[in-house]
C-alpha cells in the first residue's frame, strides 16, 4: 500500500503535549503509589473503592496533585537519559554513555531489574550484557516498560526510528517478552502524535494499540497479552466491565499462569502489569482521570503502568486534557529531581524546593526531536516539524526481537 501522508506538527504545540506528558505522569505516579503492591491478589479493589482509606498506611485512594512533583523511578530515569543526549547532542547513546550516565547519577530509589544492572555496571558489564538472564535474573520483571517511553515521544510519528533510539536503553535492563513490553510503550509514545484530535478518542486509541502491537514478534508472551486484553475490551458493550477482564488477567497470568504456558514472577514481572497497563489505556478510552482511576485500582505494581498510560494519556490530549481531568487545580510545573538524583543539574538555582521545570524539560526534549525528524527524513522548519511518511498498515521492518520469547499462550484467549 502507499504510505500515508507527511505529518506536520506545529512545534509549540508539541512542546505543550511533552510538558503535559511529565505533569500526567507526575500526577499518575504518585496516584498509583497510594496502591503499589496492596492488592496483588483476589480479593483485588474495585471502583467502590475509590475514596476510601485503602491504599498505604491507610491513604485515601484518590489523586494526588503535588507541587514540586518529586521525582520517582517512573520518571527519573527517563529524565538521566534527556540530560545524556541533551549533553552528547545525540539520539543514539553508546554502552560507554550509558553506564558512566548510570554511575554518575543513578545510584539509589532502584529495584529488581534496575538494581541488578546498576551492580553489573560496577563490575565492569556493559548495555546489552546488563540484561543478560546469566548475570540478571531479574530481567523479566516490568522495569524497561517504565523507564523508556521518553525515547517514543522524542520520535514522534516515526516509530522505526523510536525503537533504534530506545534499544540499547531497554536492554539495558530487559531482555524477551520484557523488551517486547517496553517496546510497546515506545511505540505508543511515537504513534500519539499520529493521534487524529477530530476522531473519537476511543477509535484513536485502539488504533494506535494495534499498530504498536504489530511490529511485536507474533510469537512473544507481550504480544499474547495485548492481544487478550485488546480482545476483551473489543467484545464488552460496558465500558465499565474492566474489573471482569481484570480478574481474567489474574486468572490467565497468574493464578493458571502454568496451564496457559506461562510463569508469574511476583507482583513486579512484566506480563501482569502489561495487561494492566494496556487495560486502563483501553478502559480509560482517551480520558485521563478514568485511566489513571483504573490503573491504581487494577492492583499489581499499579503506579508503574498508571504512570506510563497516564503520561501518554496526556502526551496525546495535552494540557486541555489535564485542565478538563482537574478544573480550577493548579498543575504544578516544577519538578524535584534532586530527591532521588541529587548529582543533577540544579537549573533553578532560586528555588529551594525544585531543580527544573517541565516547560524546560518540554524545550530541551523539542531540540532532540529536531534531531530525530532530520535523522528520520524528515523537515525542520522555524515553527513546525515535517515528518516522514511511515508505512500505511504500521507492518514496516518489526521491533527488533530479543533472543528467545517465550511462546504465547497454547489455551484460547477468552475472557472467562
Request: net charge negative; glycine share 6%.
Amino acid at each position: 500500500m502507499s504510505p500515508r501522508p507527511r505529518l506536520q506538527l506545529d512545534r509549540a504545540a508539541y512542546a505543550e503535549r511533552l510538558r503535559a506528558m511529565w505533569i500526567g505522569a507526575c500526577i499518575a505516579n504518585w496516584t498509583g503509589l497510594r496502591t503499589e503492591g496492596v492488592r496483588i491478589e483476589r480479593p483485588f479493589f474495585t471502583d467502590a473503592d475509590w475514596g476510601k482509606p485503602l491504599g498505604r498506611d491507610g491513604a485515601p485512594i484518590d489523586f494526588v496533585l503535588l507541587d514540586p512533583c518529586p521525582a520517582d523511578d517512573d520518571t527519573d530515569i527517563e529524565y538521566v537519559y534527556l540530560h545524556l543526549m541533551t549533553e552528547a547532542g545525540t539520539l543514539l547513546l553508546s554502552p560507554e554513555q550509558i553506564r558512566d550516565g548510570w554511575r554518575a547519577h543513578i545510584n539509589d530509589f532502584i529495584w529488581v531489574s534496575n538494581r541488578r544492572a546498576r551492580d553489573l555496571l560496577e563490575r565492569g558489564v556493559l548495555p546489552p550484557a546488563t540484561s543478560d538472564p546469566a548475570l540478571n535474573p531479574d530481567a523479566l520483571q516490568i522495569d524497561a516498560q517504565l523507564t523508556t517511553e521518553i525515547f517514543g515521544a522524542l520520535a514522534p510519528g516515526m516509530p522505526e526510528l523510536a525503537l533504534r533510539i530506545a534499544d540499547l536503553p531497554i536492554r539495558t535492563t530487559a531482555r524477551d517478552h520484557a523488551a517486547h513490553a517496553a517496546q510497546f510503550h515506545v511505540l505508543l509514545f511515537s504513534l500519539a502524535a499520529t493521534v487524529d484530535l477530530e476522531k473519537p478518542r476511543r477509535q484513536e486509541i485502539v488504533r494506535i494499540v494495534r499498530e504498536a502491537r504489530s511490529y511485536l514478534p507474533a510469537e512473544s508472551k507481550a504480544a499474547d497479552v495485548i492481544d487478550f486484553v485488546l480482545s476483551a475490551y473489543l467484545s464488552t458493550s460496558d465500558r465499565d466491565d474492566w474489573e471482569r477482564v481484570r480478574d481474567a488477567i489474574a486468572e490467565r497470568y497468574q493464578e493458571r499462569a502454568s496451564a496457559y504456558g506461562f510463569v508469574y514472577r511476583g507482583f513486579t514481572e512484566s506480563a501482569i502489569n502489561l495487561a494492566t497497563s494496556t487495560l486502563a489505556l483501553l478502559f480509560g478510552e482517551g480520558s485521563f482521570r478514568r485511566t489513571v482511576q483504573i490503573g491504581t485500582l487494577s492492583g499489581w505494581d499499579s503506579d508503574n503502568g498508571t504512570a506510563t498510560m497516564g503520561s501518554l494519556v496526556a502526551l496525546i490530549g495535552g494540557m486541555e486534557e489535564l485542565r478538563r481531568a482537574f478544573p480550577g487545580a493548579p498543575l504544578s510545573d516544577r519538578y524535584r529531581i534532586h530527591r532521588t538524583r541529587p548529582t543533577l543539574p540544579d537549573r533553578l538555582p532560586q528555588d529551594r524546593e525544585a531543580e527544573d521545570t517541565f516547560t524546560d524539560v518540554a524545550r530541551r526534549m523539542a531540540a532532540l526531536v529536531d534531531l530525530a525528524v532530520r535523522q528520520g527524513g524528515g523537515q525542520v522548519e522555524p515553527t513546525r516539524w515535517v515528518v516522514p511518511p511511515r508505512p500505511r498498515d504500521g507492518t514496516g521492518a518489526s521491533a527488533r526481537a530479543t533472543p528467545g520469547s517465550e511462546p504465547r499462550s497454547r489455551a484460547p484467549r477468552s475472557v472467562r
